[in-house]
C-alpha cells in the first residue's frame, strides 16, 4: 500500500512537499516515481528514483523546481516543490515499479499506486 500526503493549496511562488510512505514493500527496491494528473489532461510524470543506485531523473517541466527523495529508514519518498505556479495544480500519485529505462516515465512502467494528494495552486 502506498499512501500519499502533503497536498494543499498554496500561492503562487510557494511550496509543497509530499510524502509518499510504503507499506509492503521495501521502497528502495523499486523504482518510485511521482505523476500528477490535472483536470482534463492525461497522466504525466514528474520525477522518479531509481532502485538501490537512488539515481534521480525529472520531466523537463519540473528540473530545478522540484527534487524527489527517499528515505530507506522510513520507507518513505518524498517530493520538494518549490517555485509553484498555477499550472501545477493537479493531483499528484506516488509510484512503485521496474521499468526498463526507457519506460520510466509511463505510467505503464509502475505496477503500485498511491491515492493521489490535491496539490491547488492559486492567489
Known amino acids: 500500500q502506498l499512501q500519499a500526503s502533503g497536498g494543499g493549496s498554496v500561492q503562487p511562488g510557494g511550496s509543497l512537499r509530499l510524502s509518499c510512505v510504503a507499506s509492503?514493500?521495501?521502497?528502495?527496491?523499486?523504482?518510485s516515481g511521482w505523476f500528477r494528473q490535472a483536470p482534463g489532461k492525461e497522466r504525466e510524470a514528474v520525477s522518479c528514483?531509481?532502485?538501490?543506485?537512488?539515481?534521480?531523473a525529472y520531466a523537463d517541466s519540473f528540473k530545478g523546481r522540484f527534487t524527489i527523495s527517499r528515505d530507506a529508514s522510513k520507507n518513505t519518498m518524498s517530493l520538494q516543490m518549490d517555485s509553484l505556479n498555477p499550472e501545477d495544480t493537479a493531483v499528484y500519485f506516488c509510484?512503485?515499479?521496474?521499468?526498463?529505462?526507457?519506460?520510466?516515465?509511463?505510467?505503464?512502467?509502475?505496477?503500485?499506486w498511491g491515492q493521489g494528494t490535491l496539490v491547488t495552486v492559486s492567489s
Open positions: 509510484a512503485l515499479g521496474n521499468p526498463i529505462h526507457s519506460e520510466r516515465g509511463h505510467a505503464s512502467g509502475y505496477a503500485y
Open positions: 509492503g514493500f521495501t521502497l528502495e527496491y523499486y523504482t
Open positions: 528514483i531509481s532502485a538501490r543506485g537512488g539515481r534521480t
